[in-house]
């Protein structure tokens, strides 16, 4: 009976650490050097994270407490293998990766984003993915264009 529930209590955590792998977007990893700096800092939080695990005797928990941040450091390398570290824009003529672009929408609002790569962009903090609807609206754009997206008019107002 004990050799049994090993067994399953074994199979049952080997299932609750094999992770999926976190999905690689298919476009180009463009990234800003603060974006750069961020995915390295991830990538050493992830490696200190598993080195305080490894130690651990019990093998189960050592395996529950490495899942996650084997999958983080696995992620983390390919995006910084395929980072593509861009410029800061050199003129404020037109909207382009890494310019913070300020609109105004039909419904009054007046909203700020810089674009930004993909792992680095957070819209609650005001970066959204060059990927993006409304980014790729932007991109090329000057200050006084305007663009429609899900049914509003957005009009460019500041370019930075």
Do not use: C, W
Not at 132 to 153: F, H, I, N, Y
């Amino acid at each position: 009976m004990a050799v049994a529930f090993t067994k399953e209590e074994s199979f049952e955590t080997a299932s609750e650490t094999l992770l999926p792998d976190r999905p690689i977007s298919p476009h180009p990893n463009l990234v800003t050097e603060a974006g750069l700096k961020a995915l390295e800092l991830q990538f050493q939080q992830a490696r200190e994270a598993y080195d305080t695990a490894t130690p651990i005797e019990d093998v189960n928990e050592r395996r529950r407490q490495t899942a996650n941040p084997l999958r983080d450091l696995r992620y983390l390398a390919a995006r910084l293998r395929s980072a593509q570290l861009m410029p800061d824009p050199t003129s404020t003529d037109r909207v382009a990766f890494g310019s913070t672009v300020t609109f105004h929408r039909d419904d009054g609002r007046e909203q700020t984003y810089r674009i930004v790569g993909e792992d680095e962009a957070d819209p609650k903090a005001g970066t959204i993915s060059y990927v993006s609807p409304v980014a790729r609206l932007l991109m090329g754009k000057a200050v006084g264009d305007m663009v429609q997206t899900g049914g509003q008019e957005l009009e460019i107002i500041t370019i930075t």
